[in-house]
């Protein structure tokens, strides 16, 4: 089962920008996607061809909003972190039995209003995800969580310390999960060396020169890192799609995987 993350930063305008074609190059099992941007009936489809979709949109047109395409059956469990979600951030389904979630961060880089938003967010996702711990089924959660955990995960770590994203406390958070027992199913595939980046900024030359952050995440339990076999970011999409690439992780069938949890080192 191949599983992709996507900030897609607005469907409609992707599905202009050679959204499509990446899909059918990664050939997702299932479809996390951030930042959607629109109510399901502004969109050309209500259901798109191949996949089975929910949706999660804000309240707020123009705004926000997550959704979760699977092939095959799938079922919606909830919306938000056990309270109201008006900014359409987090949505659970369940599918061929793996538990998914899609979950879309706010972002603190707009000012000290924002950064304590953000800041809120993350202080109730923490208990709300451990909770899922529990499960014994395999749990994923995936999307752009809008922060770079490590300095391997940013292109330049000393000038970024002071900008949301990257800030000390953002980055215990998300150590903070990983010690809750979370695993950063990425970055235990691809291993020690800087990057991969999954989202670059359009001042400069950021994307032609790589200059990027990691801020697009697949965590999973125990059960879920015991089956991921393969990893991969398609910078591609990152540059004529999205601000974001799609990130995927391969799961091995029920009983296929090594039964072993891929740990990177400090």
């Known amino acids: 089962m191949r599983i992709t993350t996507w900030n897609v930063n607005g469907l409609r305008a992707a599905l202009s920008k050679n959204f499509q074609r990446h899909v059918r190059r990664i050939g ?32 707020k047109k123009g705004y926000s909003g997550v959704a979760v395409w699977t092939r095959g059956r799938s079922e919606r469990i909830a919306t938000g972190l056990g309270t109201d979600d008006p900014e359409g951030r987090v949505l659970m389904v369940d599918v061929h ?28 996702f923490r208990p709300w995800a451990a909770a899922l711990l529990a499960e014994d089924r395999p749990v994923i959660v995936g999307g752009d969580l809008n922060v770079a955990p490590t300095e391997r995960d940013i292109h330049d770590p000393r000038g970024n310390k002071n900008n949301s994203g990257f800030l000390p406390h953002e980055r215990q958070w998300f150590a903070d999960l990983l010690d809750d027992g979370w695993v950063d199913l990425v970055r235990a595939q691809v291993g020690e060396a800087q990057g991969p980046y999954s989202w670059w900024s359009n001042r400069g030359k950021a994307r032609e020169l790589d200059r990027g952050w990691r801020i697009d995440h697949l965590l999973g339990n125990r059960a879920a890192a015991e089956r991921v076999v393969g990893a991969e970011i398609l910078r591609q999409g990152g540059l004529d799609t999205s601000d974001h690439a799609p990130v995927s992780i391969v799961l091995a069938q029920d009983g296929e995987g090594t039964g072993e949890v891929a740990t990177p080192s400090p």
């Open 28 to 59: 997702p099992d299932v479809l996390l996607l951030q930042e959607v941007r629109a109510l399901p009936e502004q969109l050309p489809f209500r259901k798109p061809r191949g996949f089975h979709a929910h949706w999660n949109p804000a309240e």
């Open 97 to 124: 039995g793996v538990r998914v979630i899609s979950a879309y961060g706010p972002s603190g880089s707009s000012g000290p209003e924002a950064q304590a938003r953000k800041d809120l967010w993350m202080e109730a």
